[in-house]
């Protein structure tokens, strides 16, 4: 198994290289500094994983994911600081497939690595598949949310069905009345509305 490292930061990058060493000694963890070295190592080496940093200079991990995008369908995971929720959409639709925040815990990577190369690596994900993650998923086909199995919430239409001058706070429409979960409650499969 070899596994590209893209990151400006070598000390970061020798951590996770001393981690995989201690735990996955069979693995070869390779390394670029920045957003051109990746492709060319990436070329060069034909990692069937790689670890992407988003904030580098010159080139953002942003743009190396586009890149790797138009002639690889490698599994991609983005290792950042950056832990807001638009940069993560944006890493997931530009067809990353995991998404990990710094500072990150050595087992955590570990097993998300090891999902991720256990789901393989069919076609992108797409707006209609099902979203998966810490026991909550988004299927947008059906438009239906779960937390750990258990439906929390009625479909919701899509934004396309909402009349023009829609206030967005009745975004979930009429179906839904005034119901709106605490997160702690969702987490202990407690559905009951609270004001």
Do not use: C
């Not at 990990?100 to 992108?124: C, S, Y």
């Not at 026991?135 to 086909?141: A, H, S």
Request: charged letters at 30%; zero cysteines.
């Amino acid at each position: 198994m070899k596994i590209l490292i893209v990151d400006d930061e070598p000390d970061v990058v020798k951590v996770v290289r001393m981690s995989f060493e201690v735990q996955e000694p069979t693995w070869e963890a390779i390394a670029a500094y920045d957003g051109e070295e990746a492709l060319e190592v990436f070329e060069k080496e034909q990692p069937e994983l790689v670890l992407l940093d988003i904030m580098m200079p010159e080139m953002s991990g942003f743009d190396v994911l586009k890149e790797l995008r138009r002639f690889s369908d490698v599994p991609v995971i983005m290792l950042t600081a950056k832990g807001n929720e638009i940069d993560k959409v944006m890493g997931l639709n530009l067809g990353a497939d995991d998404y990990i925040t710094k500072p990150f815990g050595h087992l955590e990577l570990l097993a998300r690595v090891k999902a991720v190369l256990r789901r393989g690596r069919g076609t992108p994900l797409t707006h209609e598949d099902p979203f998966t993650g810490s026991g909550v998923r988004v299927d947008f086909e059906t438009r239906q949310v779960s937390v750990d199995g258990d439906r929390v919430s009625a479909a919701v239409p899509p934004r396309a069905q909402r009349g023009p001058g829609t206030d967005p706070r009745d975004a979930a429409g009429p179906s839904l009345g005034p119901r709106v979960h605490r997160r702690d409650r969702l987490h202990q499969g407690v559905h009951q509305p609270t004001a």
